[in-house]
């Protein structure tokens, strides 16, 4: 753990007994923990959409009992469910409505303790959680602004991200 003994010692013949007999050297050495916990974050998902959540995970290298919600910075979503103890503790992070703002969970440095009263490194994040909760839409434009009985025009739809399942019969035409 980073730590070291730290010896306690009565050097012999300090102090003596009634008889004059000095004292035995004694001492007993005492684990001294000094190294700072770590933490590393993982996220299930790499990518989220709307009505998407990640399960992120947070692996604490020492036991403590005050890490909570309030100590973790979570930006383009909200953790919820937070819960565990000791070393492994587990969180919900939803993306925020309309964003493309990649999510990011992170924990600042000293917020909490182990054991020893060591205070804590920043946290490292396996990865960047890449975000797109806006919806698609469908600009139209046509190359005729009106017709007659018997024209015909020429209309283009484009769509502000790639579709897989677009067909004809996602089209409302009313008139023609």
Avoid: M
């Avoid at 000293?110 to 920043?122: E, L, M, P, R, S």
């Avoid at 469908?138 to 067909?167: C, H, R, W, Y």
């Amino acid at each position: 753990d980073g730590g070291y003994a730290a010896p306690v010692r009565v050097l012999a013949n300090k102090f003596t007994n009634s008889k004059a007999h000095g004292n035995r050297e004694g001492g007993v050495a005492i684990g001294v923990g000094t190294a700072r916990p770590t933490l590393t974050i993982l996220s299930d998902s790499e990518r989220l959409k709307a009505g998407d959540t990640a399960n992120i995970t947070f692996r604490l290298s020492a036991p403590s009992d005050d890490f909570a919600l309030e100590d973790v910075v979570a930006t383009g979503g909200t953790l919820s469910g937070f819960t565990g103890s000791e070393t492994s503790y587990t969180a919900i992070f939803t993306p925020a409505d309309n964003s493309t703002v990649p999510g990011n969970v992170a924990v600042n440095a000293a917020v909490f303790a182990d054991g020893n009263t060591n205070q804590n490194w920043a946290s490292s994040l396996a990865t960047e959680i890449a975000i797109d909760t806006t919806s698609p839409q469908a600009v139209i434009e046509s190359d005729q602004s009106s017709l007659a009985a018997g024209q015909t025009a020429i209309v283009t739809i484009t769509l502000s991200k790639p579709a897989t399942d677009f067909s004809i019969a996602d089209i409302d035409v009313a008139g023609g």
